[in-house]
């Protein structure tokens, strides 16, 4: 159980550490053991390229309650080692579906490879607010460190968001 853990230097530079808020969020991010495993496992097997894919469930007073999650491609084909692109056209056809369901999408999970579990200043460029934002850091193709963020109120960095792990 000891995966090997990297943080590249630019994870220490100024432009890095300004995306960081201080500031932690009372917010959880509520979400079962399966689906936890499957983000995982998705991260894995994508690896050494960057994987995402859609959070579906409620948003509540407290925070997220993530109900299921869907792999979508990556279209970022040129960087896909540290970069990614949801794409648009399976982002629209999960919306559509869930339409009625009272369920929407909620978040947008991505994977680090050889990378911790933050956010880069790309990925605060591409969030939206009022979503909330799984990393999974693979280190030498294992899952290692999972860190869920969401936008500050003031929209220019990430609060660190609890995940609650949930048996059932
Ligand atoms: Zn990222």
Redesign the pocket.
């Known amino acids: 159980m000891n995966t090997p853990t990297y943080e590249p230097e630019r994870f220490h530079s100024a432009e890095y550490l300004a995306v960081l808020d201080e500031q932690s969020s009372p917010m959880l991010f509520k979400i079962s053991k399966i689906a936890l495993k499957s983000m995982r496992h998705a991260a894995e097997t994508g690896y050494p390229l960057?994987i995402c894919g859609l959070l579906i469930g409620k948003v509540t007073d407290t925070g997220w309650q993530v109900h299921d999650v869907r792999p979508v491609a990556n279209l970022n084909k040129q960087r896909a080692a540290?970069r990614?692109e949801l794409d648009p056209a399976a982002y629209q056809a999960i919306d559509r579906e869930l339409r009625g369901t009272g369920t929407e999408i909620i978040g947008v999970y991505?994977s680090?490879p050889d990378c911790p579990a933050k956010?880069?200043p790309?990925?605060l460029n591409s969030a939206w607010e009022g979503f909330a934002y799984p990393?999974i850091s693979v280190c030498d193709g294992q899952a290692a460190a999972v860190q869920c963020w969401a936008v500050n109120n003031a929209g220019n960095g990430f609060q660190s968001i609890s995940i609650e792990e949930q048996t059932s």
């Open positions: 960057e540290d990614f991505h680090h956010p880069s790309t990925d990393i």
